[in-house]
């Protein structure tokens, strides 16, 4: 956050706009071996002040959104991180 508003400050003391110009990079769905489907990305980027913009795109035929973060599920809370990882949660 602290970077963030120096990169703003400097901005402006330079007389630039913090809403430069932005890139995308996207990243296509996958079929895995499986038959299931990986969700796609699409990640918007500021050039000028390096804050990203992720949206995940859904895959097709098994891809899941994960669950928020406290989320509780048979039992189990969802910590973070890797839904399919079982360090990610736990009991309730």
Same mark, same amino acid.
């Given at each position: 956050?602290?970077?963030? $508003?120096? /990169? /703003?400050?400097?901005? #402006?003391?330079?007389? @630039?706009?913090? &809403? +430069?110009?932005? +890139?995308?990079?996207?990243?296509? #769905?996958?079929? &895995? ?13 500021? @050039?000028?002040?390096? /804050?990203?913009?992720?949206? $995940?795109?859904?895959? $097709?035929? +098994?891809? @899941? ?8 599920? /048979?039992?189990?809370?969802? @910590?973070?991180?890797?839904? #399919? &990882?079982? #360090? ?5």
């Amino acid at each position: 956050e602290q970077r963030r $508003q120096a /990169q /703003q400050s400097l901005l #402006a003391l330079q007389g @630039k706009s913090a &809403n +430069g110009e932005w +890139g995308v990079q996207v990243t296509p #769905a996958i079929k &895995n071996l499986d038959g299931s489907t990986s969700a796609g990305s699409i990640v918007r980027y500021n @050039k000028a002040t390096g /804050q990203t913009e992720v949206v $995940q795109q859904p895959g $097709q035929g +098994g891809a @899941k959104a994960a669950p928020s973060l406290g989320a509780v599920q /048979q039992g189990y809370r969802f @910590k973070g991180g890797d839904p #399919a &990882n079982p #360090a990610s949660w736990e009991r309730v």
